[in-house]
């Protein structure tokens, strides 16, 4: 699901599986806590459920002032530790928010500007694709209960989780996931930059394919509920 919030908005759009191209008018405010995409997204990030875990990053990680990062990365990898292999990375550009396995509160003074939430259901094996490209970017990692049962064969996502520095130059390669849909899965490629790389309209070009070309997306809710 692809998520818009214009600026000076409390409503937003939202792209749905199976309506490509169609944006559907999110009915409730972002500020509620409940009854609309965000909230239902990141229902799990915000409240418990036993067999959901995840890890969330944040350039401004909520509670934690005067954090100095040259990463603006923001998401969430949430994954099942029930039987299937449910798995989501939610991409999103609101700093500070969520604040994990607390409540959900929309930042007030975020709703003057615009942003935006992805959210690409996945399986568990494309994590050590997504954590490869995210250990270039250095996000500025907030909140990891992901077990090491679940990791033991990623070694990307096991230096993501403990901070490591890549040692490979910066840009040297491109990382393909699909997502998890029998009838229509997409393929999504991940480009990062790191911090001393000079491919700065990478990130323009990464929402262009996004949203162009990535035509079916599914909320990770779908597959927990």
């Given amino acids: 699901a692809i998520v818009y919030k214009a600026p000076a908005?409390?409503?937003?759009?939202?792209?749905?599986?199976?309506?490509?191209?169609?944006?559907?008018?999110?009915?409730?405010?972002?500020?509620?806590?409940?009854?609309?995409?965000f909230a239902k997204t990141l229902e799990h990030v915000v409240g418990t459920h036993a067999s959901v875990k995840f890890l969330a990053y944040n350039n401004v990680p909520p509670g934690i002032p005067n954090v100095k990062t040259k990463s603006n990365g923001k998401g969430v990898i949430i994954l099942s530790t029930a039987a299937d292999s449910a798995a989501a990375w939610v991409v999103h550009t609101i700093p500070g928010f969520p604040t994990?396995?607390?409540?959900?509160?929309?930042p007030a003074s975020e709703t003057a500007r615009g942003h935006l939430l992805i959210c690409l259901t996945i399986s568990k094996s494309q994590i050590n694709a997504i954590a490869a490209s995210l250990l270039l970017?250095?996000?500025?990692?907030?909140?990891?209960?992901?077990?090491?049962?679940?990791?033991?064969?990623?070694?990307?996502f096991k230096k993501l989780a403990e901070g490591q520095t890549p040692i490979i130059p910066p840009f040297t390669s491109r990382r393909t996931v699909r997502t998890q849909n029998a009838r229509a899965p997409v393929t999504v490629h991940i480009y990062s930059k790191s911090e001393s790389s000079k491919y700065g309209k990478v990130f323009s070009y990464i929402s262009f394919i996004i949203i162009h070309t990535c035509m079916y997306f599914e909320l990770f809710f779908t597959d927990l509920n």
């Fill in 9 to 37: 908005q409390d409503t937003g759009k939202i792209i749905l599986p199976g309506a490509v191209g169609n944006w559907a008018n999110n009915q409730r405010a972002f500020t509620a806590g409940q009854g609309h995409s």
């Fill in 100 to 106: 994990a396995k607390t409540p959900y509160n929309w």
């Fill in 137 to 156: 970017v250095q996000p500025v990692i907030h909140y990891n209960d992901i077990p090491e049962t679940e990791t033991a064969r990623m070694p990307y």
